[in-house]
C-alpha cells in the first residue's frame, strides 16, 4: 500500500491522503486568507471522513473531468458538504479562493453514496468500513482493507463525551494508523469546568452592560454552545450558517446525542435574519450573539466584531481552535486583526473556552494504546514531529511525514 499525503502533513487544514493513487481520504481547504489547497491528484474515488471545510472544502474541485470519482460518506457529511460549497461559491464564487464552479457543486450529488457506520462498502478494490469518530454529527474514523494492510485514517476524533455527539469508542484492528494530532501537547480541562466558566463570564459580562459575541464554527461548535447556553438559562441569538445546520442535523436524529435537546436549543435562540441593519442594533444590546465564522475569516461575525470592538465591557469569547495566520488567532493573541478589509484594534476583552472536538493529550494516547504493535503516521498538528517522537520514545514504530511524502507499507 503507498500513501501520498497532499496535505494535512505537519499542519492543521487541506486534509488529504492518497491510497495506491486511487482512494483519497479527504480534500479539503486550509483557512488562511486565501485558502491553500492539497496537492492535485485524480482518484477513482473519495471518501471523506466529515463535513468540516479542512476535509471537505475541496471536493467539489474533483469533479470538473469527465470521469469524476465517487464520493463516499455518512448522510450528514454529504448534506453538510452540499451547505459549505454552496456557501464557498456565494462568498468567493468566481476567484482564485472557490477552486470550483456550480456545476461541479451540482455534481456533489450526482456522485455521492451515503453509508451508515460499521456496515463495510467496496470501492476501488478497497473495502471501507465507517466507525463513529465522536467529533460532530457524521464524522467518521475510515478503515481502509486492501487484504493484506489495514489502514485506520482517524480523522479527527475525540474520546469523551459533548453535549452534541458522544465520544468515539470504535477501536477496529488496524496494521497502520494515521492519527490526527491537533491538541497532542493539550490537556482539556473537564467540560462540566470549561461550561462554568463560560456561562459565568457570558453572565457578567451582560449584567455589567456588555456584548458577548461567540465566534463559533457553523458546523458543530455552532450547535454545541446553543446547547451549553439552553442548559443553563442563557438566552441567545444565532446568525449565520450554523442556523441551518442545526436544522439539517434534527432531521438526522441517529447523529446527534439527544435531538430533543437540540431542538430545545433551537427553540431557545433567536435567529438574526441580518435585515434592516438587525445585525448593528444587537450589537449594542446586552446580550450573547453566536455566529460564524469561528475564525473571523467572514460570515455576519465580520458585522458584530468591529463594532463591539471599542468597548472593554464587552467580551469575544472564542469557542475554538485558531489556525495559525487567521484573524481569529490575530486578535486572540495581539488584540489586532485584520477583519472585514481594515486592521481592527480591540479594547474589548478576549478569552478562549475550550470547547474542543478534538482529544487532547491523553485522549490521543489512550486511543492509541490500542495500536501500540501498528505503524503510527501523525498528521493534522502544529507539533507532529513533536509527537511523533514522544510516541518513538514509548516504543511505537511512529513518524510524522512531510507534506508531498510518498509512504511504502
Known amino acids: 500500500m503507498q500513501l501520498d499525503f ?7 487544514g487541506r486534509s488529504a491522503v492518497l491510497v495506491d493513487e486511487t482512494l483519497l481520504l479527504d480534500y479539503g481547504a486550509k483557512p488562511t486568507t486565501p485558502p491553500s489547497w492539497p496537492l492535485d491528484c485524480t482518484p477513482e474515488a473519495v471518501v471523506v471522513s466529515h463535513g468540516h471545510l479542512d476535509h471537505v472544502g475541496g471536493v467539489p474541485a474533483l469533479l470538473s473531468g469527465d470521469a469524476p470519482p465517487s464520493i463516499h460518506w455518512t448522510p450528514p457529511t454529504h448534506e453538510l458538504a452540499r451547505l459549505l460549497a454552496r456557501d464557498t461559491l ?3 464564487g ?3 479562493r472557490c477552486p470550483f464552479t456550480d456545476n461541479d457543486v451540482a455534481r456533489l450529488g450526482e456522485q455521492s453514496v451515503e453509508h451508515s457506520y460499521r456496515e463495510p462498502f467496496t470501492v476501488a478494490g478497497y473495502e471501507i468500513t465507517l466507525y463513529d469518530a465522536g467529533h460532530i454529527p457524521g464524522s467518521a474514523h475510515v478503515l481502509v482493507d486492501d487484504g ?7 480523522a479527527d476524533f475525540h474520546t469523551d463525551d459533548q453535549r452534541l455527539v458522544s465520544g468515539t469508542i470504535a477501536r477496529p484492528d488496524a496494521d497502520v494508523v494515521i492519527c490526527e494530532s491537533t491538541y497532542s501537547d493539550v490537556a482539556h480541562d473537564r467540560r462540566d469546568s470549561v461550561e462554568q ?4 463570564s457570558l453572565r457578567e459580562t451582560t449584567v455589567r452592560g456588555g456584548t458577548v459575541v461567540v ?5 458543530g461548535r455552532t450547535q454545541e454552545v446553543l446547547l451549553v447556553c439552553n442548559a443553563h438559562g442563557l438566552d441567545t441569538y444565532v446568525d449565520g450558517m450554523g442556523v441551518e445546520v442545526l436544522d439539517m442535523l434534527t432531521r438526522h436524529p441517529a447523529y446527534v446525542r439527544d435531538v430533543d435537546a437540540l431542538r430545545g436549543a433551537r427553540t431557545n435562540a433567536r435567529v438574526v435574519t441580518g435585515r434592516d441593519g438587525q445585525r448593528r442594533r444587537i450589537a ?6 453566536v455566529t460564524t465564522s469561528g475564525m473571523l475569516n467572514g460570515g455576519p461575525a465580520m458585522t458584530y466584531v468591529p463594532a463591539m470592538a471599542d468597548s472593554p465591557l464587552n467580551l469575544v469569547a472564542f469557542s475554538g481552535y485558531q489556525v495559525e495566520g487567521t484573524p481569529g488567532r490575530e486578535l486572540l493573541e495581539r488584540g489586532s486583526a485584520h477583519i472585514d478589509g481594515r486592521q481592527l484594534r480591540a479594547s474589548a476583552r478576549r478569552e478562549f473556552f475550550d470547547f474542543s472536538a478534538h482529544a487532547d493529550h491523553d485522549g490521543l494516547r489512550s486511543f492509541l494504546s490500542s495500536y501500540e504493535d501498528s505503524t503510527v503516521l501523525v498528521n493534522h498538528g502544529d507539533r507532529c514531529v513533536a509527537f511523533a517522537a514522544e510516541l518513538r520514545e514509548d516504543g511505537y514504530a511512529a513518524r510524522a511525514p512531510e507534506l508531498g511524502a510518498t509512504i511504502q507499507l
Do not use: C, N, S
Request: hydrophobic fraction near 40%; avoid cysteine.
Open 215 to 219: 465566534p463559533a464554527f457553523a458546523i
Open 148 to 154: 493484506e494492510t489495514r489502514l485506520l485514517y482517524t
Open 284 to 289: 449594542d444590546e446586552q446580550t450573547v450573539i
Open 197 to 200: 466558566r463560560f456561562v459565568q
Open 6 to 12: 497532499l496535505g494535512g502533513a505537519r499542519e492543521v
Open 90 to 92: 456565494k462568498l468567493h
Open 94 to 96: 468566481g476567484t482564485p
